[in-house]
């Protein structure tokens, strides 16, 4: 392309006025991968989390929000599937994504998988879908672990609906620990300490293979690897 370029007077403040500039397109940042995430109004951790485990050139993660009230519910839970479709519909909406996935554990089950990716597919018809609990599961199959520790900060209602979730998945709860709190706030604000005491204690039984901790708010990606 021909280069256009003014010159003009240096009092005026502009010394080039250059325009048409000659330009290349690549792929962009994600030219591996594009990934999107729907993130609850009320999380503080996981887009950080993300960030952590997934700093993979040529990946690239691209988040949008969706109300939630911060009273964790079963109710509250079921009424984010409302607005799945246009969290999707404003998340690069003319790129296409590899992946979305609605970052909500317990509304995932709550909602069910099949309706959260028929609330995706409105807007971003045939996409890859997934979520917390359906990664849940394809990690206990890949690690060949079938009796769970389950920790999450839920109140009781909630953690037994989960509990019974992962039973009618295939596999064993034989223990469980909350922290039985109801504000999505201050999930976010339990600290690495007290999750890694939970972790070490409920997980080191030998009725469990392995140690599930449910809910994207909560701190995990810093010390993971310790703990295990």
């Not at 009092?11 to 048409?20: E, K, P, T, Y």
């Not at 909630?158 to 109801?182: E, H, Q, T």
Request: proline share 4%; glycine share 6%.
């Amino acid at each position: 392309m021909q280069q256009r370029a003014t010159e003009t007077n240096l009092n005026d403040g502009l010394a080039i006025d250059r325009q048409h500039m000659p330009y290349e397109l690549d792929e962009g940042i994600g030219y591996r991968a594009r990934i999107g995430l729907i993130v609850l109004a009320t999380d503080q951790t996981i887009e950080y989390e993300f960030r952590r485990i997934m700093n993979l050139p040529g990946v690239a993660l691209y988040e949008s929000r969706i109300y939630n009230a911060p009273t964790i519910t079963p109710e509250s839970l079921q009424e984010m599937e409302r607005g799945i479709a246009k969290a999707t519909e404003v998340i690069t909406p003319n790129l296409s994504l590899d992946v979305v996935t609605y970052a909500c554990t317990s509304g995932a089950m709550v909602i069910g998988d099949d309706k959260v990716r028929a609330r995706i597919w409105e807007a971003r018809p045939g996409v890859a879908c997934t979520t917390p609990m359906a990664a849940t599961f394809a990690a206990f199959k890949a690690l060949a672990v079938h009796r769970i520790c389950l920790i999450a900060p839920y109140v009781d209602e909630i953690c037994r609906a989960m509990r019974r979730y992962i039973l009618d998945n295939g596999f064993k709860v034989p223990i469980m620990g909350s922290w039985s709190l109801a504000d999505d706030t201050k999930v976010a604000r339990i600290s690495e300490e007290s999750i890694g005491q939970a972790i070490l204690e409920l997980g080191s039984s030998d009725h469990v293979d392995a140690v599930f901790i449910a809910c994207t708010s909560l701190r995990l990606a810093d010390n993971v690897e310790m703990l295990e």
